[in-house]
């Protein structure tokens, strides 16, 4: 009786914590998130002069990192590893430097994301939390519960960022410790960003169609596309970030030389369409008015900007990806664009990322409840079909580390 309510004592302690957690991810999360789309709107306006100059921010901001960031410039390895329970504590200046970074990144037009920052920033906050409470998991607990915190503040989907942080540091693993105070922190930050202004991104794809025997076929063939297009996305980072590292050794010259090749290219490419997070990517898939080739040139253009080593993330990219894919095959299988773009957001996502619980719930989140059931079949058949690959070389399967993902 004792072990049991010291056990839910310390997780009553951990529950508590999360709450000024979440507070505090999601005030950084909304200037972050808010800032972030007003940098987009003045690339978008003034691309013509600011995609040229992709190479020297990169450069700019490497240089800064290597000065000023320490031990920050290993970013996601750092939360990675302090979630399985390293004992390096996370430097707190991981916050400004990957914010700062990822603002370069989108003002000049790289393709990238935002989550790596956000997880970033809850994770570094929760870990330095985590330090001060007493138990020897605490910090570690309380890291996961900022990952939560961090991507929901940001998205706004604290239900999938809670199992979001607690599936992806060990695939097939929950981290069910850390689940009261991941909820905690990120229903907490959600509400905080929301009430700073941060908007919440959701549509609505339609109802599902009666489910008829070609239907259901439909679904499946929509799946393993997704799947194995969420592999490509891992294959491709890992084998660019090889390649450009192996022939181009150093950092400021490689992100020099790639990030202007990248900026010239996408400012030739329909003029920056493939630039920045691809909210327009997503909007268009939604609205059925995607290219056959969008899905195809964002994977490529964000597997170039991160492995050039660019900061931000990959996951609103995987959303862009999968909603162009699914707008374009849906309506050759017999569906809606809306309803191909909405399942390929979540699905591709879940593919790439090696999770499977989150993926369901973002979609539910974003699109409505009542889909669930068919985010869960597709995001189900889009996981098996992965092949255990992940964009996250430090995520664990039963105690060893994910394939890499192109071997």
């Known amino acids: 009786m004792k072990e049991e309510l010291k056990r839910a004592g310390a997780v009553l302690l951990l529950t508590l914590a999360a709450l000024p957690l979440g507070a505090a991810a999601g005030a950084v999360d909304a200037l972050f998130g808010r800032v972030l789309l ?3 709107a003045v690339r978008t ?12 921010a990169g450069a700019a901001a490497v240089l800064c990192v290597r000065r000023f960031g320490g031990r920050s410039a290993r970013g996601m390895s750092l939360i990675f590893e302090a979630g399985h329970g390293g004992e390096e504590a996370i430097p707190l200046r991981l916050v400004p ?4 970074s990822t603002w370069l990144t989108h003002l000049f037009g790289g393709s990238a994301g935002r989550e790596g920052v956000a997880v970033q920033i809850g994770g570094a906050l929760g870990g330095a939390l985590g330090a001060r ?12 519960a900022g990952m939560a915190a961090g ?27 850390a689940a009261l105070p991941a909820l905690a922190a990120a229903l907490t930050a959600s509400r905080v960003a929301g009430l700073l202004g941060l908007e919440r991104f959701s549509a609505a794809p339609g109802a599902l169609p009666a489910l008829t025997w070609w239907r259901l076929l439909a679904l499946v063939l929509l ?6 297009v969420g592999r490509a996305f891992a294959a491709a980072l890992a084998a660019a970030k090889a390649a450009a590292a192996r022939r181009i050794p150093d950092p400021v010259r490689r992100i020099l030389l790639l990030g202007t090749a990248i900026g010239l290219c996408s400012l030739l490419c329909a003029g920056g369409r493939y630039s920045g997070l691809g909210t327009n990517l997503i909007a268009l898939g939604l609205a059925g008015a995607a290219r056959p080739w969008d899905f195809a040139l964002k994977l490529l253009f964000t597997a170039a900007t991160l492995a050039a080593g660019f900061q931000g993330g990959e996951v609103t990219p995987l959303f862009a990806v999968g909603a162009s894919l ?13 309803l191909g773009a909405a399942l390929g957001y979540a699905a591709v996502f879940g593919s790439a990322t090696n999770t499977l619980l989150a993926p369901m719930l973002i979609g539910a989140e974003v699109f409505g409840w009542e889909l669930l059931p068919v985010f869960c079949a597709v995001c189900t058949l889009a996981y098996v079909c992965n092949g255990d690959r992940s964009i996250y070389p430090l995520q664990r399967r039963r105690g060893a580390e994910t394939r890499a993902a192109g071997k």
Do not use: N
Not at 97 to 100: K, M, P, R, T
Not at 133 to 144: C, D, I, N
Not at 326 to 338: D, I, N, Q, R, T
């Open 38 to 40: 007003a940098l987009s």
């Open 45 to 56: 306006a003034h691309a013509l002069w600011l995609l040229p100059l992709l190479g020297l």
């Open 97 to 100: 430097v990957s914010i700062g």
């Open 133 to 144: 409470l007493p138990g020897a998991e605490s910090r570690r607990l309380m890291v996961v």
């Open 151 to 177: 991507f929901a503040g940001l998205f706004r989907t604290p239900v999938a960022a809670t199992f979001f942080a607690l599936e992806v540091l060990s695939c097939g693993v929950l981290e069910v410790g």
């Open 223 to 228: 799946a393993l596309a997704f799947g194995a």
């Open 326 to 338: 699914g707008a374009v095959l849906a309506p050759l299988l017999g569906l809606p664009a809306a």
